[in-house]
């Protein structure tokens, strides 16, 4: 239980996967632009990580590692996290509208999130079972939305901001992202894993 | 038609590179520029997985359905991931522990895929190749170039030769991950300037152009 609570506030704040690790970026710049957009991008990835873990931890469970081709690892994730995706799109629009309406603009974007791939690969790196690889997942997807919807509420206060001209945009997105990095820094003693 | 064919290539290298103008791509960027080599080591990667697969893309793009367009791109793209995986694994190893998650990450690319989408899934072969050559060249630039401020300001040193004076004091900080964000950010705002200063010039040099024929006139 313990290790389980480690599991998830290392991937929160310790090891946020945005501001540490380097996954991610695409979007944390692009879709952080006002705060509901970022909670809905941060919910939809979360969504999708959780289940693309578990998914992703069967096969290499069931399938690949009994018949021996790990060298297929990268490709079968791919293919699992672009097909549970449009499963996932297809789904919502049938059952719930609402939810669809929230997620699905941001639902394809996140087949080429490397956070999803990334998280794969390391659950698969660190053999994680399947219940920490869930609660990994979870605790990403937390720290990612929790990074975006930071990176959100700045920037919407930055639109007033004075900003040299060569700066504006992509520049002082990533030195504030580079602050807050720092700031996390900040959380690297929490725990030891 | 020559003259089209070196903006194809020189685009990739400044007006469209894809890291420092696009903005795409930005995680590889920031995660393994620590030192000059590995932002090498990264380029060379992405340009041997980008060439290869806008070649194939191109060779059978009139045979892929449209509707599942992007799955095959992906599937492509993911088996030079795994070849060129495995190849650093056996061949670089060192390379391979410093790069680690971000050698399967380049299937997630938006650069690779991006290209795949706009430009060699509806040109020929060789237009596609120097398309990508191009991207990869600058995509390889840009990762150096960020490596070598990181490893200057970090640890004093350019590909591992000292080039700072030992007694200065190095800043880890630029090693560590908010170091990564600032550097980007930083040369990302320089580019812009030199683009605004460059298109000032022409600019001025376009009007006292005009301004000295209508003297003449």
């Known amino acids: 239980m313990t290790s389980l609570a480690l599991i998830f506030v290392g991937a929160v704040l310790v090891n946020n996967f945005v501001l540490v690790r380097f996954l991610g970026i695409c979007p944390f710049l692009g879709v952080s632009k006002q705060l509901d957009t970022a909670l809905g991008m941060g919910m939809a990835t979360t969504?999708?990580?959780?289940?693309?873990?578990?998914?992703?931890?069967?096969?290499?469970?069931?399938?690949l590692i009994p018949y021996g081709l790990p060298f297929l690892q990268t490709l079968s994730y791919i293919l699992i996290i672009a097909s549970l995706v449009q499963v996932v799109e297809m789904f919502l629009q049938k059952?719930?509208?609402?939810?669809?309406?929230?997620l699905g603009i941001f639902?394809?974007?996140?087949?080429?999130?490397?956070?999803?791939?990334?998280?794969?690969?390391?659950?698969?790196?660190?053999?994680?079972?399947l219940v920490e690889t869930i609660v990994f997942a979870l605790g990403t997807g937390g720290g990612f939305t929790l990074a975006l919807a930071a990176m959100a509420g700045i920037r919407e206060q930055m639109e007033f901001a004075d900003?040299?001209?060569?700066?504006?945009?992509?520049?002082?997105?990533?030195?504030?992202?580079?602050?807050?990095?720092?700031?996390?820094?900040?959380?690297?003693?929490?725990?030891?894993? | 038609m020559q003259t089209s064919i070196n903006r194809e290539?020189?685009?990739g290298l400044w007006d469209e590179h894809p890291i420092l103008r696009l903005l795409i791509g930005m995680c590889p960027t920031l995660a393994v520029t620590t030192a000059a080599v590995n932002g090498l080591g990264m380029g060379l990667s992405v340009i041997f997985v980008l060439v290869c697969s806008s070649v194939i893309i191109s060779l059978i793009r009139n045979f892929i359905p449209n509707q599942?367009?992007?799955?095959?791109?992906?599937?492509?793209?993911?088996?030079?991931?795994?070849?060129?995986?495995?190849?650093?694994?056996?061949?670089?190893?060192?390379?391979?522990?410093?790069?680690?998650?971000?050698?399967?990450?380049?299937?997630?690319?938006?650069?690779?895929?991006?290209?795949?989408?706009?430009?060699?899934?509806?040109?020929?072969?060789?237009?596609?190749?120097?398309?990508?050559?191009?991207?990869?060249?600058?995509?390889?630039?840009?990762?150096?170039?960020?490596?070598?401020?990181?490893e200057i300001m970090g640890m004093g040193t350019v590909f591992g030769l000292q080039i700072v004076p030992e007694t200065a004091t190095s800043w880890i900080i630029f090693l560590l991950p908010p170091g990564a964000f600032f550097t980007l950010g930083i040369v990302v705002g320089a580019m812009n300037h030199i683009n605004h200063v460059m298109e000032r010039r022409r600019q001025q040099t376009v009007r006292s152009a005009a301004a000295g024929q209508a003297v003449q006139g």
């Not at chain 1, 069967?58 to 399938?63: A, D, G, Q």
């Not at chain 1, 059952?95 to 929230?102: D, E, F």
């Not at chain 1, 900003?163 to 002082?172: E, F, N, T």
């Open chain 2, 68 to 150: 599942v367009r992007i799955p095959c791109f992906i599937m492509i793209i993911a088996t030079f991931t795994t070849i060129i995986d495995m190849v650093l694994a056996a061949y670089f190893p060192a390379l391979h522990e410093v790069l680690g998650l971000f050698i399967p990450l380049i299937v997630v690319n938006c650069i690779i895929l991006g290209r795949a989408e706009a430009f060699a899934c509806k040109n020929p072969p060789a237009r596609a190749f120097i398309d990508a050559l191009g991207m990869g060249l600058g995509v390889t630039w840009g990762l150096t170039f960020i490596g070598a401020i990181r």
């Open chain 1, 47 to 63: 969504f999708v990580m959780v289940l693309s873990g578990a998914a992703t931890w069967l096969v290499e469970n069931y399938i």
């Open chain 1, 163 to 193: 900003i040299p001209k060569a700066l504006q945009g992509a520049g002082i997105s990533l030195i504030t992202a580079g602050l807050m990095s720092l700031a996390f820094m900040g959380f690297s003693g929490l725990i030891s894993m």
């Open chain 1, 107 to 129: 639902l394809p974007l996140i087949t080429t999130n490397c956070a999803v791939l990334g998280l794969a690969l390391m659950a698969t790196q660190q053999s994680y079972s």
């Open chain 2, 9 to 11: 290539f020189l685009k």
């Open chain 1, 95 to 102: 059952t719930s509208p609402g939810l669809y309406r929230a």
